[in-house]
């Protein structure tokens, strides 16, 4: 199976490759001129959509019945093929200057970055993974580390007006549009912004950290609402050397201790709580023992 071509069914270049066995050379410019147009057609419609967006209607459309999608997001978590597919979707760092809406602040994350920073010793050049990092600024952790320490890493975000903003961010890190798969959830996302309907997979954390290519992970910050717990849970800690995890959990809710419990149970223990009462949020950051 080829993942780059005409695999999503609904494609309509590949019903009219399929329905007509010979492809002549003008047809052919005929078809691509179609796209271009349709293309820049819907770029006018949609003045909020990114090109990545599109690429997740196409591949998660309303109208899908594709098999070979849905069977690929429920191959096992560390499969070659979801992975190397997974690698794909990573979108690389645009290379443009910071577009930051408050490029004096260094510290976005109430205090946290200070306290992984100086218990990593003042690394520099490591590597985070972020999930749930909105527009990639307001509360990101890891934006701390990419500007002040050169870190690299991987910052990911399922909605499609966050992930646009985020790609506006001009980030130095690589991004990718998913949410994160649990025993709970389903293969794939649904948001209905202004009427239309965007389809975004969910991908298991195994695969996402896969993807990265790294192993040794120097932070992993986790931003999700009220599933962190599951997440965690989803996590093969044998496989990946991570040294800090910075978690952001709705107080109150009884996931916290569990959540310590777990932890401390996978060889981390608790550094520092940040609680957060008028949102009624907690920061915890955990360090490997
Ligand atoms: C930071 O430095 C101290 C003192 O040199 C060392 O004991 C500690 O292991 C270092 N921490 C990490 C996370 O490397
Ligand atoms: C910078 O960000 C703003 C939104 O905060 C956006 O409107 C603008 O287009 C961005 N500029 C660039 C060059 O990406
Ligand atoms: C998810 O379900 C599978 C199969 O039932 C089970 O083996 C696995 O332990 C579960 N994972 C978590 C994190 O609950």
């Known amino acids: 199976m ?9 494609l309509p270049r590949c019903r009219y490759r399929r329905a007509s066995g010979l ?13 271009i147009v349709l293309n820049s057609q819907k770029t006018v419609q949609t003045v909020e959509s990114s090109s990545d967006i599109k690429e997740g209607r196409r591949l998660f459309g309303e109208n899908t019945q594709d098999d070979q999608i849905s069977s690929l997001f429920s191959h096992p978590a560390d499969s070659t093929v979801l992975v ?13 200057d910071y577009n930051l809406t408050y490029p004096h602040l260094q510290d976005f994350a109430r205090g946290q970055c200070q306290i992984i920073d100086e218990y990593l010793n003042k ?19 890891s934006l701390f580390f990419e500007r002040e320490r050169n870190w690299n890493g991987l910052v990911i975000e399922p909605h499609p007006e966050h992930y646009n903003q985020l790609l506006h961010k001009n980030r130095k890190s690589s991004t990718l549009q998913a949410c994160v798969k649990t025993n709970h959830t389903e293969t794939k996302k649904e948001y209905k912004i ?11 954390m195994e695969t996402i950290l896969m993807a990265s290519g790294h192993r040794n992970i120097d ?7 009220s599933k962190e717990y599951d997440i965690l849970q989803s996590i093969p800690f044998d496989k990946f050397d991570i040294k800090t995890l910075s978690i952001e959990f709705t107080k109150g ?3 916290e201790m569990d959540i310590i419990k777990y932890l401390t149970s996978q060889g981390f223990r608790a550094q520092h709580e940040f609680a957060n009462h008028l949102v009624k949020k907690s920061d915890l950051v955990f360090v490997k023992n």
């Open 253 to 255: 809710s009884d996931s």
């Open 84 to 96: 190397s597919y997974v690698y794909k979707m990573i979108k690389l760092p645009s290379g443009a």
């Open 194 to 204: 202004s009427d239309q309907h965007y389809f975004i997979p969910c991908l298991w």
């Open 123 to 141: 690394t520099e050049n490591g590597y985070f993974v972020e999930i749930g990092v909105l527009d990639g600024e307001r509360h990101s952790v």
């Open 219 to 225: 932070l992993l910050a986790i931003n999700v609402k």
């Open 2 to 10: 080829t993942f780059d071509g005409c695999y999503a069914k609904m």
């Open 23 to 35: 492809l002549s050379v003008a047809f052919f410019v005929f078809i691509v001129f179609q796209i």
